[in-house]
């Protein structure tokens, strides 16, 4: 068949990676990326690291806001859906990439694969939320990460063609840790030792784009006595300027902020930190996998398996609940196989394999 891979953002490199490299031994794939993540940083890079084939098209459609990013989108991939002809069209995660890469293929009677289909976090204010639904109420075939999400989608009427996979980041991360531990010299370049930092990430626009929740977090981190590594997404950093702590930030003598990094390094910086503070889901999980505690700067988790087996806390912006999971949370329980065995590409790739 002819497959056409809808990508753009960093977690959705991470999921293509180990499924595009087996697609291939029987299809044609194209891949296009949409520019969603354009800094070099967080998009070439993975493709480097992780030997992604180079995009068949790049859009290079970057930033926006988010319908003039999604119709941008929307309207180029269809052209490229025109001319291609495909025969599936998956598509990854819960972005603005996503969304574009379902509609253009629907209007177009074309069949869609969802890679991480039936998660839901019921916060309709997040734009995530929003992608994930619309995109699984027009896809066809639905690529489940754990039973929760088959669950979810049965509960919204969805039934056929829905397939508990596990869960494919569970696959890259589990092999690219290894070469991550022979290739990365992420410690020994920040002088670190493993165990004694913590690592924070915040990119999501209700943290950022919010200047009390952002305040909140950093007024936690600046009252903590352990070194904490911040990777700064450019958003975060346009907003730590704009809300006067950037400054303060850099004079303080535990926080080191450094530019974005390669995901080789992060998966580093996630197996050797103390305790890790995000908001990411792709990020809360690959702490998850690696067995590093996990605290969630936000409400509520579409990763709900990982909270359940107490190796994540959700904390949100308060800086008081912050401050207490960086001293108190250290989780011992055991892990169990929500996400499958690290055989979910295999387990995709046998279903397309079928489709006639």
Not at 50 to 58: E, H, S, T
Not at 246 to 257: D, G, H, M, W
Not at 277 to 306: A, H, M, V
């Amino acid at each position: 068949m002819k497959i056409i891979s809808v990508v753009g953002a960093r977690p959705q490199f991470i999921k293509i990676a180990p499924l595009s490299k087996e697609l291939k031994k029987k299809h044609q794939e194209i891949i296009i990326h949409t520019g969603q993540h354009y800094n070099s940083r967080m998009s070439q890079l993975f493709f480097d690291e992780l030997k992604i084939n180079k995009p068949d098209y790049n859009l290079k459609i970057g930033s926006g806001n988010h319908s003039e990013q999604t119709g941008e989108m929307l309207i180029r991939i269809e052209e490229i859906l025109i001319k291609e002809k495909p025969n599936l069209v998956l598509v990854y995660g819960d972005t603005n990439s996503t969304l574009a890469g379902a509609l253009a293929a629907s209007k177009l009677h074309i069949t869609i694969g969802h890679i991480e289909a039936g998660l839901r976090s019921f916060k309709k204010t997040m734009p995530e939320e929003i992608n994930r639904i619309i995109t699984d109420h027009i896809s066809d075939l639905f690529f489940c990460p754990t039973q929760n999400s088959v669950n979810l989608l049965e509960k919204e009427g969805i039934t056929k063609k829905v397939y508990f996979t596990g869960d494919v980041m569970r696959d890259s991360t589990v092999q690219n840790i290894k070469i991550a531990q022979k290739k990365s010299g992420i410690l020994e370049k920040l002088n670190l030792m493993p165990k004694e930092y913590l690592l924070a990430t915040i990119h999501r626009a209700e943290n950022t784009d919010n200047k009390k929740n952002l305040v909140s977090i950093f007024n936690a981190f600046l009252k903590n006595d352990k070194r904490i590594i911040i990777p700064l997404h450019p958003r975060t950093l346009k907003y730590v300027k704009l809300y006067g702590l950037y400054n303060k930030i850099k004079r303080s003598k535990n926080i080191i902020i450094i530019d974005p990094v390669g995901y080789l390094d992060v998966l580093m910086l996630e197996k050797n930190a103390k305790k890790v503070l995000t908001d990411s889901g792709g990020i809360q999980k690959e702490t998850y996998f690696l067995k590093t505690p996990c605290i969630t700067l936000r409400n509520e988790t579409e990763w709900i398996e990982t909270v359940k087996d107490k190796w994540n806390i959700l904390v949100g912006c308060d800086e008081n609940k912050i401050s207490q999971a960086i001293k108190e949370f250290n989780p011992k329980t055991k892990q169990h196989s929500y996400f499958g065995n690290g055989n979910a590409v295999k387990k995709i790739v046998n279903i397309i394999n079928r489709i006639k």
